[in-house]
């Protein structure tokens, strides 16, 4: 069964290094999520992304952070500058044509910024 | 603003027995789903069960049912026949269905469920 998967799945950094979280989505899905959990709250909508371009991003999602789709199958997301509140859980999900409103998700990335 | 709630923080099953998680929502839109993710110890989100707001039918697959009532906003997820391997955080999740491409879910704080052999 085809599935999201995330690399790597634990990262630790320094305050103010760039990090960067990568995603493989389901193949022929279209439509690209990231979200983050920070320890022991609830998931939190960051970023979505269709046709080359955001569709939508919330609050969260400052100017420190950037989402690409580089080539044809990997999403990544961009921390230019860590901050000590960046440490969470960071969630990437996809849905497909067919199912857009289901959203399948990744086994996550832990980022630990020190 | 939409929102969901989940007010028990955690509960606890015997295996075999069946439990039901609780879940309300708020918002004033009409066209809406509704969605169970379970969240392992490994912290995998995994998609449980969804209900579109337009079906009155409560979606149910094995062992997993829901509760939808619209009217009053209220989204349970029955478990029966629980096992040690339902032992996980399980969100409560809503999406409204507005004409973008990409619609975002809003999640509850989560219900720890432990099974208990």
């Known amino acids: 069964e085809p599935e999201v998967t995330q690399t790597p799945s634990h990262q630790v950094t320094q305050m103010g290094q760039e990090v960067i979280l990568r995603c493989v989505p389901i193949?022929?899905?279209?439509?690209f999520y990231w979200y983050r959990q920070i320890l022991g709250q609830k998931v939190e909508f960051l970023v979505s992304?269709?046709?080359?371009?955001?569709?939508?991003k919330s609050e969260i999602f400052d100017d420190q952070f950037s989402v690409e789709r580089p080539d044809g199958s990997n999403f990544t997301l961009k921390i230019r500058s860590t901050k000590l509140e960046d440490s969470a859980m960071y969630f990437c999900?996809?849905?497909?044509?067919?199912?857009?409103?289901?959203?399948?998700f990744g086994p996550g990335t832990r980022l630990t910024v020190l | 603003a939409q929102t969901v709630t989940q007010s028990q923080p955690e509960m606890s099953v015997q295996e075999a027995e069946t439990v039901t998680l609780s879940c309300t929502y708020d918002?004033?839109?009409?066209?809406?789903?509704l969605f169970w993710y379970k969240q392992p110890p490994s912290r995998q989100m995994i998609l449980v069960i969804r209900?579109?707001?337009?079906?009155?039918q409560n979606a149910t697959e094995n062992r997993f049912s829901v509760n939808f009532q619209k009217a009053a906003k209220s989204f349970s997820l029955k478990i029966s026949d629980s096992q040690l391997g339902d032992t996980a955080m399980y969100f409560c999740?809503?999406?409204?269905?507005?004409?973008?491409?990409?619609?975002?879910?809003?999640f509850g704080t989560g219900t720890l469920l432990a099974v208990q052999p």
């Open positions: 999900a996809s849905s497909g044509q067919g199912t857009r409103d289901t959203q399948y």
């Open positions: 992304f269709y046709n080359n371009e955001i569709s939508e």
């Open positions: 209900q579109e707001a337009y079906k009155q």
């Open positions: 193949s022929n899905h279209l439509y």
């Open positions: 999740a809503f999406m409204a269905r507005y004409g973008g491409a990409t619609n975002k879910l809003i």
């Open positions: 918002t004033s839109e009409n066209n809406y789903y």
